[in-house]
């Protein structure tokens, strides 16, 4: 079964710094979906991947799918305290199943 | 459109009962999907339904039990409490097909004492 491994499980990071977000797939990924939570709250769709290298942007959030297609980075330029959640990376597993990674915790400090 | 909607937020358990977790979307989906979320375990499947009329057993299905009673709605059963099942219980809706993403309701937090 496919597993899907994020790094780093937490990340502290000062208001206005960049950070990188890593999920890495144990098979092929044929997409692959990243999400943000805030605490106590749903999942909200940040952008899909599909292509080798592929690269999508939505405000200050890049990610992008590598060219073997099994590891994707999501980066935030000049952190915001909005940006604070968990990060989550998601992938397409067959028979309209989709299977997520653990999560990376994210706080900005002001 | 209300999106994925779940009822109830919040539920206080004792071991051994029972209760049922409503789900319902207005996307006109075909894919609905029940999740638990715990600390440092991500988000696991628990059951899926693909189309209505038909539901499928995802990673962790034990101890649950599921209806697809129309093509809005999606509960999740749980026959008899037990502490494991302590848990955020999340509902999700896609078009089906591969390349699109699920679309989440905010949650149920249960806590089985």
């Known amino acids: 079964s496919q597993e899907l491994e994020q790094s780093p499980q937490s990340l502290i990071v000062q208001e206005g710094k960049n950070l990188t977000i890593n999920c890495t797939s144990s098979?092929?990924?044929?997409?692959l979906y990243w999400y943000k939570q805030k605490y106590g709250e749903g999942l909200i769709f940040l952008m899909m991947?599909?292509?080798?290298?592929e690269e999508k942007s939505h405000e200050k959030i890049t990610a992008k799918l590598d060219e073997k297609k099994q590891q994707s980075s999501l980066h935030i330029t000049a952190s915001q305290p909005s940006h604070a959640g968990i990060y989550l990376c998601?992938?397409?597993?067959?028979?309209?199943?989709?299977?997520f990674g653990k999560g990376t915790k994210l706080t900005v400090n002001p | 459109n209300a999106g994925v909607t779940q009822t109830p937020k919040f539920q206080v358990l004792k071991t051994g009962q029972s209760m049922t977790l409503q789900c319902a979307q207005d996307?006109?989906?075909?894919?609905m999907y029940w999740y638990r979320q715990d600390p440092g375990m991500g988000l696991r499947l628990i059951y899926y339904?693909?189309?209505?009329?038909?539901?499928d057993k995802g990673e962790v299905p034990n101890g649950y039990n599921v209806s697809r009673l129309n093509k809005r709605e999606f509960s999740l059963r749980l026959e008899s409490a037990a502490p494991s099942q302590t848990s955020v219980y999340f509902c999700?809706?896609?078009?089906?097909?591969?390349?699109?993403?699920?679309?989440f309701g905010p949650g149920t937090r249960l806590t089985v004492l």
């Open positions: 999700a809706s896609r078009v089906r097909g591969p390349s699109n993403e699920q679309f």
């Open positions: 098979k092929t990924l044929y997409g």
């Open positions: 991947l599909q292509k080798g290298g």
């Open positions: 998601g992938a397409d597993a067959g028979s309209e199943k989709l299977v």
């Open positions: 996307m006109n989906h075909n894919s």
């Open positions: 339904s693909a189309s209505e009329g038909t539901t």
